[in-house]
């Protein structure tokens, strides 16, 4: 299975920070990468996918990028609203697998 | 707007089958060249995705479940399942349903989820 290792586990910022956070896949993928945010007590939901098409209705102040088999989620301009944990999963094959999660706490 | 809910039992002893649906609301799962998927969360933990359902009935399976998870649909009832044998408190967790997107060729990113429902596994 392919492993996805993400940095840091945690982070802490102050709303209008720009944030970034890391995700790295054990082997090449390709741009098959995914970023969720999940709430507490609520369902992960969709960022964006192929590494940086953000999902419907997602701000323009979060995007993605990939340099060999490192993606990096970014937010700039950070909002209360974004205080969460973000997880990337890969698709490039089966089983799919997600990071272990970074949680962005308010500072 | 796809909706996605689970239901089932919260609490299952040790050794005893898991089960839940996920109802789908908002559109048809025939039809839909779409796959369904169960991921899980355990407490204080990252996802697991344990298999995956198209409409028709061929699967993908999480090979690190070692053959404890059924996934089924039923057109009939716009409705998937899931049955996760012998469990053990290792199992407790969250349990979502999601829309699987197919892509080209395989399946890819997950959404939307269901709001998730959590099971204890318990004496």
């Known amino acids: 299975a392919i492993r996805m290792t993400q940095s840091p586990s945690s982070l802490s910022a102050s709303t209008g920070d720009r944030v970034t956070i890391t995700c790295r896949a054990s082997q090449s993928i390709t741009d098959y990468l995914a970023w969720y945010q999940q709430k507490p007590g609520k369902a992960p939901s969709l960022l964006m996918y192929a590494t940086s098409t953000l999902q419907s209705g997602v701000p323009s102040r979060f995007s993605g990028s990939r340099s060999g088999t490192e993606f990096t989620l970014t937010i700039s301009d950070l909002q209360s609203e974004d205080f969460a944990t973000y997880y990337c999963q890969q698709y490039y094959n089966s089983p799919w697998t997600f990071g272990q999660g970074t949680k962005v706490e308010i500072k | 707007q796809l909706q996605l809910q689970e239901s089932g039992p919260g609490l299952v002893k040790p050794s005893e089958t898991l089960s839940f649906t996920c109802s789908v609301s908002?559109?048809?799962?025939?039809?839909?060249?779409?796959?369904w998927a169960w991921i899980r969360q355990a407490p204080e933990k990252g996802l697991e995705w344990l298999g995956s359902i198209y409409e028709s009935g061929p699967t993908y399976d999480n090979p690190s479940l070692k053959s404890r998870v059924l996934i089924s649909v039923d057109t009939s009832k716009n409705e998937f399942s899931l049955q996760m044998a012998s469990v053990t408190a290792s199992d407790t967790a969250v349990y979502f349903c999601?829309?699987?997107?197919?892509?080209?060729?395989?399946?890819?990113?997950?959404?939307?989820w269901g709001q998730g429902v959590l099971v204890l596994v318990s004496s």
């Open positions: 999601a829309r699987h997107l197919l892509g080209d060729s395989s399946p890819d990113w997950f959404d939307p």
């Open positions: 908002g559109g048809s799962i025939v039809n839909s060249n779409m796959y």
